[in-house]
């Protein structure tokens, strides 16, 4: 069994990531749409197929959006807070859209 200090050297620990609360809304965003998009798209209901259109633009936009506020030198100080409120505010357009698409499915 090694000694303990040769357990700390194999045992490597993250250093200098940020979470990044814009980041990880667009990547649960992402996994949702995913998740249901080819089911929302096969249904006859034209609501929900509207629904998944609209939530891909978002989704493009939201992602263009991101690229376009990362910080260029890498030094990763994260965002300034009017770019903060515009993920937010995309992030709460997905998630009506979401919470629509899923009270339009259970009312069948």
Known sequence: MPTKSSQDNLMHEAKGVKYDECEMALFRAKLSY?????ERMASQNSNLTSIAEAQARILK???IQMQGTKDPTGKNEGRSASDKRAMAQYEWRYT???NAATNAAGKK
Request: proline letters at 0%; glycine letters at 0%.
């Open 61 to 63: 936009v939201w992602e």
């Open 34 to 38: 995913h998740a249901t998009i080819d």
């Open 96 to 98: 009506t859209l979401e």
